[in-house]
C-alpha cells in the first residue's frame, strides 16, 4: 500500500513536471482541434494536453454538460483556449449534427487535429450479444468515426491529424467484450485505409490502444481488490491513467509525428506483452 501511494506522489509530481515543459513549449498554437467525448475521462486528457500544447479544442460532449464545462474551465484556468459543444452520436444523423453544432461555436475556419476518442464500452460473450447492444456499440464507436472524417473533410486542412482511438482488446483476446472488440478492430482497418487515401493532403492518419485506464467507463475499479487484478495485467503493475494516453495523443498531433501514418500506438504500459 505504501509503495504504491510512493508510486502514486511520484507519477503526480512527474505530471505536473511535464505539464510545465509543455507549457514553455506551445508547440499546436494556431491549430484547432476537436475531441470527441472529450468531457471526461481520456478525452478531458487530451483536450487539456493539446490545449497545453497551444491548440484551441473543440470538447465535444453527449450528455454530460457539467463535465464539459469543467474541461473547459480547467483549460482556461491554464490559459488555454476552448469551447464546448453537445451531440449525441450513435443516432441517425450524429455527423452531420456534430459538425453543424461544431460550425456554430468555432469562430475561426477549418480544423487541424480530428480526434475521434468518444466510445462506449460493449460487455459480452458472443452468445450474450443482443443484435440491439451490438448494433449501438457499432453506431457509437466505429460508424460514428468513420462518417465523422467523411463528413469533416472539408473541414480538416491539409497537412491535418486524424486519431483514433482504438483499444488493446484487438491485440489480446477478450472475449467478455466481443462487440466491442470488433468495433475497435473495424476503427483500426479505417485507420490503415484512411491513411493511405489522405496521404496526398498531408493528413495523417493513426490509431491509439490504450490498455486498461483508470475512468467513469470502469465502474468496477472502485473495488481495489478488482483494479489491483486490472493493474497486473500491465508489466509496470498500475492501471494507466488518462495522461498516459493523452502524451501519446499529442505526439501524434505534433509536427514530430509529421512521418508516422497508418500505425496504431499501443498506450497499455506493455499489457499482454508475454508470460
Ligand atoms: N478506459 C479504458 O480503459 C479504455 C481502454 C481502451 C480504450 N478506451 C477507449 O477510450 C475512449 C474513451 O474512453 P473513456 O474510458 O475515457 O470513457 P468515459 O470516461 O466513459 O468517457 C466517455 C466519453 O465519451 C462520450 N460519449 C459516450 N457515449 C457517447 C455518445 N453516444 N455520443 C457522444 N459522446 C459519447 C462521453 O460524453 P458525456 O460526458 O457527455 O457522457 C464522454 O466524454 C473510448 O473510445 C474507449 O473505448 C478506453
Known amino acids: 500500500m505504501e509503495r504504491q501511494e510512493r508510486q502514486e506522489r511520484q507519477e503526480r509530481q512527474e505530471r505536473r513536471e511535464r505539464q510545465e515543459r509543455r507549457e514553455r513549449q506551445g508547440r499546436l498554437t494556431g491549430r484547432t482541434a476537436l475531441v470527441t467525448g472529450g468531457s471526461r475521462g481520456i478525452g478531458r486528457a ?7 500544447d497551444g491548440a484551441r479544442v473543440a470538447v465535444h460532449y453527449a450528455a454530460n454538460e457539467t463535465a464539459a ?12 483556449s476552448a469551447f464546448s459543444f453537445r451531440t449525441e452520436l450513435g443516432v441517425p444523423g450524429d455527423a452531420d449534427a456534430l459538425w453543424q453544432a461544431f460550425d456554430e461555436q468555432h469562430t475561426g475556419d477549418g480544423l487541424d487535429i480530428l480526434v475521434n476518442n468518444a466510445g462506449i464500452a460493449g460487455p459480452g ?12 456499440v457499432f453506431a457509437v464507436n466505429a460508424k460514428a468515426p468513420f462518417f465523422i472524417i467523411q463528413k469533416g473533410l472539408d473541414r480538416l486542412r491539409d497537412g491535418g491529424r486524424i486519431i483514433n482511438i482504438s483499444s488493446g482488446v484487438t491485440k489480446v483476446a477478450f472475449p467478455g467484450m466481443t462487440s466491442y472488440a470488433a468495433s475497435k478492430g473495424a476503427v483500426e482497418v479505417l485507420t490503415l485505409t484512411l491513411a493511405q487515401t489522405l496521404g496526398s493532403r498531408g493528413i495523417t492518419v493513426n490509431a491509439v490502444s490504450p490498455g486498461t485506464i483508470e475512468t467513469d467507463i470502469h465502474p468496477w475499479m472502485a473495488d481495489p481488490a478488482a483494479k489491483a487484478h486490472a493493474a497486473g495485467f500491465s508489466v509496470f503493475d498500475r492501471v ?7 502524451d501519446v495523443v499529442a505526439f501524434l498531433a505534433s509536427d514530430d509525428a509529421r512521418w ?14 508475454g508470460v
Open 46 to 52: 487530451i483536450a487539456l494536453r493539446l490545449a497545453a
Open 69 to 80: 464545462k469543467e474541461t473547459v474551465a480547467a483549460i482556461e484556468a491554464a490559459g488555454g
Open 125 to 136: 460473450l458472443i452468445h450474450e450479444v443482443s443484435e440491439a447492444d451490438y448494433d449501438k
Open 240 to 246: 494507466g491513467q488518462p495522461d498516459d494516453v493523452a
Open 260 to 273: 508516422v501514418t497508418g500505425q496504431n500506438i499501443d498506450a497499455s504500459g506493455g499489457s499482454g506483452l
